[in-house]
């Protein structure tokens, strides 16, 4: 997981400003808006560049197998809908989201977003031709988001959570998109 490995919640305590901003409301008003360590501030540069170079370190060490056919490495989201509410991130999902409606909660256009800049500095090396970055179809990024193109070297893995298991994934339970209903 993203949280785990790149970047740690021993780490709240320093950079508040590296994880997510939490908002909740109550009949209209907001009660709790708060920094929270259970996901991360995608739209926070400083997250962006710890995750690049993270990514790299794995890259630079034996991990690395230029012959391997296939390199993945998963830039997952952590458990959970704790996903940033701060203004920059808001209005990134919402830009992605289908028109008539726009509220903010398509968190797929932010991890989407990651895996493709880091897989463009990744390609650009010319270093690391087998490598892929991977991200979860999983809860709040299950919408994929509208006019974003995924990188050729980009995986998106559908974590089949809440799915309809009474038919097969390719037949009833979608949506006008394609997109397995989850309701």
């Given at each position: 997981e993203m949280m785990a490995e790149y970047i740690t919640e021993d780490q709240f305590a320093e950079h508040p400003e590296w994880f997510s901003l939490y908002?909740?409301?109550?009949?209209?008003?907001?009660?709790?808006?708060?920094r929270r360590p259970y996901q991360l501030c995608l739209s926070n540069e400083e997250v962006y560049e710890k995750i690049r170079d993270h990514?790299?370190?794995?890259?630079?060490?034996?991990?690395?197998?230029?012959?391997?056919?296939?390199?993945?490495?998963?830039?997952?989201?952590q458990d959970g809908p704790h996903y940033c509410m701060c203004n920059d991130c808001y209005a990134?999902?919402?830009?992605?989201?289908?028109?008539?409606?726009?509220?903010g909660l398509c968190d797929a256009a932010m991890y989407?977003?990651?895996?493709?800049r880091?897989?463009?500095?990744?390609?650009?090396?010319?270093?690391?031709?087998?490598?892929?970055?991977?991200?979860?179809?999983y809860t709040h990024n299950l919408k994929p988001p509208v006019g974003m193109?995924?990188?050729?070297h980009v995986i998106v893995r559908y974590a089949a959570i809440c799915r309809c298991y009474a038919h097969n994934a390719d037949e009833n339970g979608k949506d006008e998109n394609g997109v397995v209903k989850c309701d």
């Open positions: 908002i909740e409301k109550k009949d209209g008003k907001i009660v709790v808006n708060e990514v790299f370190e794995i890259l630079e060490s034996s991990s690395y197998d230029p012959n391997a056919p296939m390199q993945i490495i998963c830039l997952a989201q990134f999902r919402k830009k992605y989201e289908v028109e008539g409606k726009k509220e989407l977003n990651l895996c493709n880091i897989s463009r500095e990744v390609k650009a090396t010319g270093k690391y031709p087998n490598v892929y970055i991977d991200m979860l179809a193109e995924m990188d050729d």
